[in-house]
């Protein structure tokens, strides 16, 4: 994976965050029932980390069908386990209303400055 972005496509401005979710696959495509650690990547500079987790949030508002940057500054490189599994990486997006600023603030906990988002408390 080299480029993960995401579109509103609402009719209003809207602040983004994605969840990354690793798991792994057997031949056939079923999941099996083994954890698997996020591979390392680089993030963008646009993008900031709930700690703790593998959720980002792009830091500025996206105007309608308008897209964020890439949330990577390095692709993703995928796993291959002794048993044959291969390494999967979903990606779950979600998108918030803009304003008023405490719509965001309150639901994702998040802290906001002239438009952008500074902090993830």
């Known amino acids: 994976k080299t480029s993960i972005t995401v579109e509103n496509t609402g009719n209003i401005d809207a602040y983004i965050r994605v969840r990354l979710v690793s ?11 083994k954890s698997s650690e996020m591979p390392t990547f680089t993030k963008a500079s646009d993008w900031i980390q709930d700690a703790g987790n ?10 309608p069908d308008a897209f964020t940057t890439t949330l990577l500054d390095s692709g993703i490189t995928l796993g291959l386990s002794s048993e044959g599994y291969r390494q999967v990486v979903e990606v779950f997006a979600e998108a918030i209303q803009a304003e008023p600023d405490n719509a965001v603030t309150d639901s994702w906990n998040v802290t906001i400055a002239d438009d952008v988002i500074t902090s993830v408390n």
């Open 23 to 33: 798991y792994w696959i057997d031949e056939s495509g079923a999941i099996v029932s």
């Open 54 to 63: 593998y959720t980002y949030y792009y830091t500025k508002k996206v105007a």
